[in-house]
């Protein structure tokens, strides 16, 4: 694997752990070698899962006293692949392996608006950039949406830093935002940053391109652990290696293959950059497309795939609809470069 954006690993000791709200735990990180962590960075972290070790990323939610203590925020996910169950087991003085703040997501400070959308989780990509701007007195919206309100990190203290520029919406209580009219109150010369679920990010971008706004002024930070379907487990083949491996709810495809000796090219794992990028040569079932990369007609296509975060399922519901069909699994024939 290529490194990116300089990696630079350091151990780390977990100085404090706080729950945020439901099911998001709150982990502050001294590391070894302070570094500031500027708005949209992200770290990289080395954790263990069934005895071997793997990589995570987690969004910097605030750089303390110059980077002396970096602050994450992670989501324990009903379908974890093992990470977020490692770092809610993290307590005070334990050490781990941590980057120096990494960068894929500026903030350009300078535009005549912004936006600001967070979806869930994805607050953990924009609470820095929020505090910039309002500390340079910019004009921004920050938007806010969540599916419960207990389950909403720092919403409370979102409320005291921004007021009225905050904007919530809460599905539970009938308040879910509205991507069309939100994204048709926009002008060319407006920003938007946004981090949340594929289907959010996914409707953001269809509305974008039909205000034809302009596309360089939206920008995104991906998670990979959302998509279309309920993640089910299925098979992948690659004829030409002889390898067939069974792709876990909680695991990746690019894992599955990693694991079963093939050589694979990656970087983002995050559906991003389409290093990643598998030719499909026969598919029984459907392909959940997770990445960013793709457009939608390649999407359509299904013709490639992001093995890193995109998945295989058995029909374009999301549901099994009889006991038959429960006991086949999906399978994606590919090959590699």
Known sequence: MAATNNEIWQSATVVAVLDVATGIRRIELEPAEPKHAEPGSHIDLSVMINGATEKRSYSVVESIDGGKRLAISVFKTPVSRGGSIFMHALKPGDTLRITQPLQNFPLRVGAKRYVLLAGGIGITAVMQMATVLR???????????????????????????????????????????????????????????????????DAVRRAWAER?????????????????????????????????????????????????????????????????????????????????????????????????????VTSATGYREDAAASASLAVVTIDVS
């Open 212 to 312: 034809e706004l302009n596309m360089p002024n939206l920008r995104y930070e991906t998670f990979g652990n959302s998509g279309w379907y309920d993640p089910e487990e299925f098979l992948v083949r690659i004829p030409r290696l002889g390898v067939e491996a069974k792709v876990g709810q909680g695991r990746s495809m690019l894992e599955a293959l990693e694991d079963a000796g093939v050589d694979m090219m990656f970087d983002c794992r995050k559906g991003e950059c389409g290093l990643c990028e598998v030719r499909i040569l026969d598919l029984k079932g459907v392909v959940d497309h997770r990445d960013v990369f793709y457009s939608e007609r390649q999407q359509h296509a299904a013709r490639k795939m992001c093995c890193c975060v995109s998945r295989a």
């Open 135 to 201: 500390n340079v007195k910019a004009d921004y919206t920050l938007v806010y949406a969540g599916r419960t309100v207990p389950a909403m990190a720092y919403l409370q203290d979102l409320r005291d830093l921004h007021g009225d520029r905050l904007q919530i919406h809460v599905d539970d209580d009938g308040g879910s935002l509205d991507v069309t009219a939100m994204v048709a109150g926009l002008d060319m010369e407006t920003e938007l940053y946004m981090c949340g679920p594929i289907r959010l990010m």
